[in-house]
């Protein structure tokens, strides 16, 4: 009976109305049962669940949507105090409509697979929906070959911005183990000149950058790629486009 409790008692507690103040005060609450009456309750409460599990549906139900709302209410928090620096576009890529309306910013990894499937993805919402502004900051998290292109690819961005469209894509497209040489060999091919190109990797500024990211990352609670800050929203992992341009509608029609 006492592992049944706890959940038989949560159900009834949420299904509850909220009591006005002076129910609260009237009304008796466990501890001023006796230990008679406590065990009465107890075997009305798992009678009634017997009869009625469908309470126990609804009220996962209720805890779920709290949670929804108050993971929405911190993310807007979170999305408030940085909005500053996520939309700025200084040390980052911008692809799409530089003057969109709506922002999207992704947090990606190029050995992720979820970021390389959603690549296309993106590529596709962009030709769909030619009013929005994408922010790419590199948030390399899956070992020493991720910091690596990481840093490479911030590297082509300085050096030469016209050229990192296509960089980009052949990074995320590369099927196969993106190693050091394998990054370099993508460069090269995309337009790069290969020892400015590791010059400008290994400086100071360039990790400074990647740093700046994660910094960032975290103070969003972010752990894992692709994430994505979408007006008042973070969405954490991939979405296919339809459902992307639906956040997007909605993320426009909440700036009206």
């Known amino acids: ?17 909220i009591p006005s103040p002076a129910q609260e005060q009237s009304r008796p609450s466990l501890s001023d049962m006796t230990e008679v ?21 609804e009220a996962i139900q209720v805890l779920k949507n709290r949670d929804a709302l108050a993971e929405k209410s911190a993310d807007l928090a979170l999305i408030s105090a940085h909005r500053e620096q996520l939309l700025d576009g200084t040390n980052a890529w911008v692809a799409g409509n530089p003057d969109g309306d709506v922002t999207l910013v992704e947090f990606s990894d190029y050995r992720c697979s979820y970021c390389k499937r959603a690549h296309p993805e993106l590529k596709e919402l ?23 292109a990481a840093r490479v690819a911030t590297a082509a961005l300085d050096l030469d911005p016209a050229k990192f469209g296509a960089f980009n894509d052949a990074l995320m497209s590369f099927d196969g183990d993106l190693t050091e040489i394998a990054v370099y060999k993508l460069a090269g091919l995309s337009g790069y000149e290969i020892d400015a190109l590791k010059e400008r990797a290994a400086s100071a500024e360039v990790e400074a950058r990647i740093a700046d990211n994660y910094s960032l990352a975290r103070s969003l609670g972010l752990e894992g790629t692709p994430s994505f800050v979408l007006g008042n929203q973070i969405i954490r992992g991939y979405l296919p486009v339809e459902s992307m341009l639906a956040a997007v509608a909605e993320a426009r029609a909440a700036m009206n």
């Open 1 to 17: 009976m006492r592992q049944l409790f706890a959940p038989a008692a949560l159900a009834l507690v949420l299904m509850m109305p």
């Open 37 to 57: 009456e406590r065990e009465a309750f107890r075997i009305e409460v798992r009678a009634y669940l017997l009869e009625h599990p469908e309470v126990l549906t």
């Open 126 to 148: 962009l030709l769909r929906d030619p009013n929005i502004r994408l922010v790419l900051r590199e948030f390399p998290i899956l070992g020493p070959d991720s910091v690596l």
